[in-house]
């Protein structure tokens, strides 16, 4: 069993003599050691968040130039196709134009040789009717 005598008061006083000696030498530093960690803590991230809102605004700052200089791009971009159309539109009606006028020369030098090659066969036609005539008949017939 437990005695109740003065060893027990004696121990009380130690544990309270420990308790505030161990206050001012370990537990007031370590809490303040830990506040002053946390408050740098809090304080850098205070720091990386103002950095990642600088840093957001300085992308959209960057991406909104980026886009300012690509018009201009873009535009030019734009004006040469626009130009390289209307180029191609040309030279393809001036295509257009030059087959159809070798076209039409075609057809004239077609129907100027069929002209000649008709009167051509037309001559032979005649002699040919004739000689063929003379050996049905099997007499001249001029």
């Given amino acids: 069993m437990i005695d109740f005598n003065y060893t027990l008061l004696i121990q009380f006083f130690n544990l309270i003599v420990l308790l505030i000696i161990l206050n001012f030498l370990l537990f007031k530093p370590v809490l303040r050691a830990i506040n002053k960690r ?3 803590i809090s304080s850098l991230d205070g ?5 990642k809102d600088d840093m957001g605004a300085f992308e959209k700052e960057y991406e909104e130039q980026m886009r300012e200089q690509k ?3 873009i535009a030019g971009k734009e004006s040469t196709l ?3 159309h209307t180029e191609s539109m040309h030279i393809v009606e001036q295509a257009r134009a030059e087959l159809s ?3 039409e020369r075609v057809k004239s030098e077609i129907g100027v040789e069929s002209k000649k090659v008709f009167d051509s066969l037309k001559a032979d ?3 040919l009717s004739t000689e063929v005539a003379q ?4 007499r001249s017939l001029s």
């Fill in 125 to 127: 036609v005649e002699k």
């Fill in 47 to 51: 720091r990386i968040q103002k950095a």
């Fill in 82 to 84: 626009a130009g390289a």
């Fill in 71 to 73: 018009k201009p791009l």
């Fill in 38 to 40: 946390e408050g740098t």
């Fill in 135 to 138: 050996k049905i008949l099997q």
């Fill in 101 to 103: 006028s070798e076209l």
